[in-house]
């Protein structure tokens, strides 16, 4: 994806050249202006397990187009990141939604669902940023590393990176409550709503 302009919220000095800049200037692989500031980044974990073949895939890939429309209005620079039986970066954190639909219509599923691969990516991308940062994690079935799982969420949330998990009627709500930095922010949501479900999540993240 190509990045529109970054530059740091007002608390951070704008003529440095080094620090939070070269940091996300390395995470992103282009330069950061000056000009626009943005208040975040965040990454929307999509879950690609065999569960997730056919309409409930679209649904999830509308739902994250919406939400990186959504996200990029509120000051966020949004990256993308599919799991199931492992996990790999998408999108690199960016303000050009324009590009997202045709990298997220390129996702297949996979075997496997496990949670414990998305959430330890996203917190080594996000780890250094001296930026609002939150994980929104999407999944409709059961983790099979529950425990391991909720190890790395606690890693997020001592670093004070937001986790905002939503699952359907077939994910655990119980576990991901566990793995959400509040209950409320632990979402349930039914199948014909995957759609709506992601993209309303934008609501959770802090302005």
Same mark, same amino acid.
């Given at each position: 994806?190509?990045?529109?302009?970054?530059?740091?919220?007002?608390?951070?000095?704008?003529?440095?050249?080094?620090?939070?800049?070269?940091?996300?200037?390395?995470?992103?692989?282009?330069? *950061?202006?000056?000009?626009?500031?943005?208040?975040?980044? *965040?990454?929307?974990?999509?879950?690609?397990?065999?569960?997730?073949?056919?309409?409930?895939?679209?649904?999830?890939? $509308?739902?994250?187009?919406?939400?990186?429309?959504?996200?990029?209005?509120?000051?966020?620079?949004?990256?993308?990141?599919?799991?199931?039986?492992?996990?790999?970066?998408?999108?690199?954190?960016?303000?050009?939604?324009?590009?997202?639909?045709?990298?997220?219509?390129?996702?297949?599923?996979?075997?496997?669902?496990?949670?414990?691969?998305?959430?330890?990516?996203?917190?080594?991308?996000?780890?250094?940023?001296?930026?609002? %940062?939150?994980? *929104?994690?999407?999944?409709?079935?059961?983790?099979?590393? $529950?425990?391991?799982?909720? %190890?790395?969420?606690?890693?997020?949330?001592?670093?004070?990176?937001?986790?905002?998990?939503?699952?359907?009627?077939?994910?655990?709500?119980?576990?991901?409550?566990?793995?959400?930095? %509040?209950?409320?922010?632990?979402?349930?949501?039914?199948?014909?709503?995957?759609?709506?479900?992601?993209?309303?999540?934008?609501?959770?993240?802090?302005?």
């Amino acid at each position: 994806m190509t990045d529109k302009h970054l530059s740091p919220p007002s608390s951070i000095e704008k003529n440095s050249t080094t620090g939070w800049r070269k940091t996300v200037e390395e995470l992103t692989g282009k330069p *950061v202006g000056r000009d626009s500031p943005v208040c975040g980044v *965040v990454y929307l974990l999509l879950d690609v397990s065999p569960s997730m073949k056919g309409q409930k895939l679209k649904d999830a890939v $509308q739902g994250a187009i919406g939400f990186g429309q959504d996200a990029v209005l509120q000051g966020y620079a949004v990256g993308i990141i599919r799991f199931s039986g492992r996990a790999a970066i998408v999108c690199k954190p960016s303000r050009d939604v324009e590009a997202l639909p045709a990298a997220l219509n390129q996702l297949t599923v996979e075997d496997a669902t496990r949670i414990e691969p998305p959430l330890e990516l996203a917190f080594k991308e996000l780890e250094s940023l001296p930026l609002k %940062r939150a994980v *929104v994690l999407f999944t409709d079935g059961q983790a099979q590393d $529950q425990a391991a799982a909720v %190890r790395v969420a606690g890693a997020l949330k001592q670093a004070r990176i937001d986790v905002i998990t939503i699952g359907t009627e077939d994910a655990d709500i119980n576990f991901l409550r566990r793995i959400a930095t %509040r209950n409320d922010l632990a979402v349930a949501t039914t199948t014909p709503r995957i759609a709506e479900a992601i993209r309303a999540s934008v609501g959770l993240l802090s302005s």
